[in-house]
Every structure is written in C-alpha cells, then in structure tokens.
Nanobody, 123 residues
Framework: QVQLVESGGGLVQAGGSLRLSCAASGRTFSNDAMGWFRQAPGKERESVATINWNGGSTYYADSVKGRFTISRDNAKNTVYLQMNSLKPEDTAVYYC????????????????WGQGTQVTVSS
C-alpha cells in the first residue's frame, strides 16, 4: 500500500490561491490514478479532481472547473492541486488518494488515503 502525505493547506482570503502537494511513498504510484477529494463539516466526501496514471486524462468537479488544476510528477512521486479564485464554499479538509486503477473518478475507486489538510477560505 502507498503512504500519502498532503501539505500546502491553510487560511486564505476569497479570491486567493493555494497549491496542495501530495507525496507518495511505499511503492511507486506511476501506474495509479490519483485524486484530490474534500469533505466539509456535515457533508460527504466528494471528488474534486482526478488524474490518470500518466497525466493524460483529468476529471474535475463542476464546482472547481476553470479554477483548480491537478497535475502529477511521477519522477517525484508527487501530485499537486493548484487552486485559484478560491471561494468560501471551497473550505474543507482536502485529501489525496491513490487508486488501484490507472484511471478512476469515484471515491470508491480509491484505496489509499492521506491524513488530509485543512483549507479555509475567508470571505
């Protein structure tokens, strides 16, 4: 199983930007789809963005399209989430996850999870 550690969360004003990073260890993740998910208090965990094993295909939730960008560097075993034009409704704990599949979108397709990083957007 792969171990995942997220970083880059914090407090930012609406309209600002943050870049989340997720470092993987334990096994190579270059064959795995990766994803970013978030969970706000009282809400279910939702997919934010996913990227297939070689970075050639991405998925974004409608709520973040045009504002967030997912990318990966397989040489560094790291996946990123660039978040621009942040809104208060983006406030949540953000989780990085690895799938056992080369392409995946749904939460249930991801088997390895990080501990999460808090993102808070003030209005």
């Amino acid at each position: 199983q792969v171990q995942l550690v997220e970083s880059g969360g914090g407090l930012v004003q609406a309209g600002g930007s943050l870049r989340l990073s997720c470092a993987a260890s334990g096994r190579t993740f270059s064959n795995d789809a990766m994803g970013w998910f978030r969970q706000a208090p009282g809400k279910e965990r939702e997919s934010v963005a996913t990227i297939n094993w070689n970075g050639g295909s991405t998925y974004y939730a409608d709520s973040v399209k045009g504002r967030f960008t997912i990318s990966r560097d397989n040489a560094k075993n790291t996946v990123y989430l660039q978040m621009n034009s942040l809104k208060p409704e983006d406030t949540a704990v953000y989780y990085c996850a690895a799938s056992d599949f080369r392409i995946a979108i749904m939460v249930s397709h991801f088997s390895s999870w990080g501990q999460g990083t808090q993102v808070t957007v003030s209005s």
